[in-house]
DNA sequence: CTGAAAGCGCTTACAG
DNA sequence: CTGAAAGCGCTTACAG
């Protein structure tokens, strides 16, 4: 395999001039350049990236580190963090993170703690203090896309102001009774995604003057068995039952929609949905949602981790220091006044 | 950073001695073995892989292309693989290919053209003629799941035998009427997977006698909105339509579910469905379908991985010498007899 | 069983 | 603008 010794040969020049004309540091002549990008263009020499990685400390590799692969949100943050951090000529090594246990420790404590990558963004991923630590002692710049913990750079959507707005949505349709499909751990773990929308839900239920029944809340795992079993619950058992309800994501809406379905209750007659995410199903399912843009998160946080290790742009203000990302309530037919 | 100088001078040892005590290469002392390591942890040392990599060769990192990450399918492989190389201690690297364009050729020809990988699964992906030389030239091991293209290790299920077979059971059934819906570029292609289930459908049918109009096999995006519409078009209509469909995702068969719904389409009496893949949803929709095992399709290629790079169990034979990968059929409440 | 030395393939001060 | 030399942090023959 060529190395850069055979490109200086061939152009007939040193390897430091070699390696100046071929990474752009320092002066180099202008044909000298040229000489040397034919050399390498001939016997199609890359650089080793180890090798430059021992001598300028930087690896040009980002780690990914994501509890979910196969849940649509988390896919598209997958893909808009891939996809710029491609353009910028950067490698992004994958973590699929798991809830806990031995593999989890694995993650911080041998693969991320070595020197082969730059920066770690986290994805939805609640981080242990200890975690955060353990990638400071390394001097990892860390950007938090959602999730909790970790000090550094954080770039979220306000859950809080989320659920409100869906709840206020449904509210502003003149339904009194609104039960909330929850996710997973909303109601013990208040500052996670799941615990701050139900929050926003109380919240609006609140100041409207309602106080929802515990009946009414339900949680379980963001997915759309989930929410076709919670709402299958929620909505099965004889008796006055909700006319609406706000899930705390669309997949758990779809749930709820196929689960009203399977009851034989009236969409949207007797029932409105509302859903969180902008899921790429929303539109065909006719579902009322409060998007967000996990493409367009995933790219701004390249953004900041590439500002961070400065490229790009100097000193452009980290958005950590400001405002939330994105959402907008975009209603379809799966919301409408209440049944009077 | 600590340096495995630090560990040495710690332990009183060479740096030699230290390494060999780290990596388990050659004889060390069972006493000297100790003090490396109780040394090593009590700096906190972990071994530059970087470094590492340039003296052995060897980067301890697959790279994996893909080309969605957004479908249940390969998010199902992808975790699969990325599980199985974390437990033999190796990184994933990701790759998210474009169908073409620039950014494709930019993988190929500068990211994976690099020392930076030990080698590649390319997962569902047909890969072109240069892009295998490419790796090939490189010495780079290639293991393809699925996909086309590539001479190396292929891992893959026969799709050919799974169309037909889900046809058969609908033909079993006693219909006679059955469309397909097929992904894009199926009767293009014939090679894809695509093209292999369509072709098996017509085969079963062939051999059944029947011989589908052209209006009853179209093709869409194998996704639940490409089904959806699909199925919209081919049912919508007014006039005698099928009494069954094979779609050829789950996927597609949500979306046809869907679409019947829709329609006002009893189901399953008036129209059957069957998909492929064992979708995690299939059991929600009570879709018939036959099964594939993405995740263990995933930890199986980076079975033959490891071995093509002659870790663990040497010499076991690999899998593209033998049986496709296994399928089965998994009858639900979507598929009956035909009407009568 | 252990150490001194060379070298993996680069880049970067330092001279010139 | 260019070259000779040192060095990034490891591992691996080679001696002993």
């Not at 994501?249 to 009236?266: P, Q, T, V």
């Not at 399912?285 to 946080?301: H, I, K, M, N, W």
Request: glycine share 12%.
């Amino acid at each position: 395999m060529a190395a850069i010794g055979d490109v200086a040969r061939l152009a007939g020049v040193s390897k430091a001039t070699a390696s100046r004309a071929l990474t752009g540091n320092g002066y180099v002549a202008e044909e000298t350049r040229r000489r040397v990008e034919t050399a390498a263009a001939e016997i199609g020499y890359i650089a080793s990236p180890d090798a430059a990685s021992l001598v300028t400390g930087r690896t040009k590799n980002v780690g990914v580190v994501i509890p979910f692969v196969n849940r649509w949100f988390f896919g598209e943050v997958l893909e808009g963090i891939e996809r710029a951090l491609l353009t910028a000529g950067y490698d992004l090594t994958l973590y699929n993170l798991s809830d806990s246990g031995p593999d989890r420790a694995r993650v911080f404590e041998f693969f991320l703690a070595r020197k082969r990558v730059d920066a770690v963004i986290a994805v939805g991923v609640d981080l242990a203090e200890h975690e955060v630590a353990a990638l400071d002692r390394r001097e990892k710049p860390l950007v938090c896309l959602g999730g909790t913990g970790g000090t550094a750079a954080r770039l979220s959507v306000d859950d809080r102001a989320v659920g409100q707005l869906a709840t206020e949505h449904l509210l502003h349709l003149g339904h009194t009774r609104i039960a909330h499909l929850a996710g997973a751990g909303a109601s013990e773990r208040p500052d996670t995604v799941q615990g701050l929308r139900r929050h926003g839900f109380l919240d609006a239920m609140g100041a409207a003057g309602h106080d929802p029944s515990p009946a009414d809340v339900v949680e379980t795992e963001m997915t759309m068995p989930g929410g076709y079993r919670a709402a299958l619950q929620l909505l099965g058992h004889p008796g006055p039952r909700p006319t609406a309800v706000f899930a705390a994501s669309d997949e758990l809406a779809f749930g709820a929609l196929r689960a009203a379905e399977r009851l034989g209750i009236a969409m949207p007659a007797e029932l409105s949905v509302v859903g969180v995410d902008g899921h790429e199903y929303a539109e065909m399912f006719d579902l009322t949602t409060v998007e967000q843009y996990p493409g367009e998160q995933g790219r701004s946080a390249v953004g900041v981790v590439l500002r961070l290790l400065g490229e790009g742009a100097v000193a452009d203000p980290l958005p950590d220091s400001g405002a939330p990302l994105p959402t907008r309530l975009v209603v379809r037919a799966s919301t409408t006044a209440a049944p009077r």
